[in-house]
């Protein structure tokens, strides 16, 4: 009997030394997997046995055991580089769309709408010098359709990159759904992994770890575990993604105007089910999902709102004293722009009227009637550029114009600063996982060849023994 406890030694030290050599190989294999976190064999003594035909109580070891394969993973550090990936999403999200913005304002190659309504001012002062040139009217008719369309350019590309966000917050919401319903599976093949064995489902976590960051980079989460083992999800502000086996999904619709959340008319809203008219989009914070909400019904809109503002002052301005003027034939009363009926969406319904469109003799540049050398009321609509017509008269409209790209360059530059200090965060936190949890492939080798060795003088035991058994069986021949 002894020799053959002898050969059961052999084989426990061959089985724990080739359960390290597949660890080692399974650890090397997974080195560049996303989320992944090595894994070492913790073997043990296995219980020693009296030793046959021994008095005395003395034992003699039975060779080894594999007491768990261990996961090399800090929870806390997991915690904060979820965490970390929520804010350098978020920011990197809302870095997208400013960039764009600012993108439709650049003005350095060509005529911005700045220049455009100061050549419009500036026409109309040309036009008070020589009040009868019909070439002067014509520069008038050209250098406002050329503003109008422009004011038409910016709004159609910043609704344009409005719409764009829609559809990256029903990608973002639909990938949340997908993720929620990968961790309520791994949720499931973890507790019954785990039910079933002794050992942690190691992959399964690596993956349940990271679906979760996934997650957490969408939008602000709680993650914490219940007493079966399943990892649970929450989103702040808003209420459960997964219990258990258990998600929500969300659901995403076009809606009207909320003046209380910022959005727009047909702009895209999230919901709890697809029948639910109970939208819950502005409690939606953190990761992209929050900053493509929040890009789109604060900075966005409220570009859009501003443009509006700016292109409804200008037509009622030069309206108000248009009307009042005559036209070479002695009208008055004539409109020069198709006042908008209201503010929104008035940079985008802005146009010359009929009148003057169809002749720039129309254009009233007098004050009085029959007077051809009356240049009065162009000089004051040319003199409109240095009134306060914005911000409740304490803005021209140069400065009006001039704070939407400002504002727009400031939160730009902002965020790509908030940008940089969360990057430079999620490189440190990342760089400390790797030292906790990373593969070094040159560990790992010298790794399998300690394992190779002891696996060989496992195998030289066996040997021995079983020569040892010849022996002995030889003896009794």
């Given at each position: ?185 791994l949720n499931r093949k973890i ?62 619709a076009r809606h009207g105007a ?220």
């Amino acid at each position: 009997m002894a020799l053959l406890n002898v050969l059961q030694t052999g084989k426990s030290g061959m089985s724990t030394a080739k359960a390290g050599i597949a660890t080692s190989g399974h650890n090397i294999a997974n080195a560049s997997s996303e989320g992944f976190s090595r894994q070492r064999v913790q073997s043990e003594a296995a219980v020693a046995k009296q030793a046959a035909g021994q008095s005395g109580g003395h034992f003699v070891g039975e060779g080894s055991r594999i007491a768990r394969v261990e996961r090399i993973n800090d929870e806390y550090l997991e915690k904060q580089l979820r965490e970390g990936s929520r804010d350098t999403a978020f920011h990197e999200e809302k870095q997208v769309f400013l960039n764009q913005v600012e993108d439709v304002f650049n003005e350095m190659n060509g005529d911005g709408l700045n220049r455009l309504i100061a050549r419009f001012h500036n026409d109309f002062r040309k036009l008070s010098n020589e009040p009868t040139s019909e070439a002067i009217r014509q520069s008038v008719r050209e250098s406002s359709q050329a503003m109008i369309r422009d004011f038409k350019r910016l709004r159609g590309e910043v609704e344009s990159i409005r719409s764009h966000i829609d559809n990256r917050i029903e990608g973002s919401v639909r990938e949340l759904n997908t993720l929620a319903g990968e961790l309520a599976e791994l949720n499931r093949k973890i507790v019954q992994a785990e039910v079933q064995g002794t050992d942690a489902a190691n992959d399964l976590r690596d993956r349940r770890d990271l679906v979760v960051k996934k997650m957490n980079s969408l939008v602000d989460i709680t993650a914490h575990k219940d007493n079966q083992g399943n990892l649970n999800v929450d989103i702040k502000g808003v209420g459960p993604l997964v219990t258990g086996v258990v998600t929500s999904d969300y659901s995403l619709a076009r809606h009207g105007a909320d003046s209380t959340s910022g959005s727009v008319e047909n702009s895209l809203q999230i919901s709890r089910s697809s029948q639910s008219k109970n939208f819950i989009t502005d409690h939606f914070k953190g990761g992209r999902i929050g900053a493509q909400i929040e890009t789109r019904d604060r900075a966005v809109n409220q570009v859009l709102g501003r443009l509006d503002e700016l292109a409804y002052a200008i037509s009622r301005s030069v309206n108000e004293l248009h009307e009042k003027g005559f036209t070479l034939d002695g009208k008055t009363g004539v409109r020069f722009f198709e006042t908008p009926n209201q503010v929104l969406g008035a940079a985008d319904r802005l146009a010359l009227s009929g009148e003057i469109l169809g002749n720039v003799n129309n254009i009233a540049v007098a004050l009085q009637a029959n007077a051809p050398s009356d240049n009065r009321n162009a000089l004051a609509i040319a003199n409109l550029q240095n009134h306060h017509l914005m911000n409740g008269g304490h803005s021209t409209v140069d400065d009006f114009y001039n704070s939407i790209v400002s504002e727009v360059g400031v939160a730009s530059s902002r965020n790509k600063e908030a940008l940089g200090q969360q990057q430079s965060i999620i490189t440190q936190l990342n760089r400390v996982r790797d030292q906790v949890s990373g593969v070094s492939i040159d560990e790992e080798t010298t790794n399998l060849m300690q394992f190779q060795h002891a696996f060989d003088a496992s195998a030289r035991v066996i040997r021995v023994a079983d020569e040892m058994m010849d022996t002995v069986l030889k003896l009794r021949g």
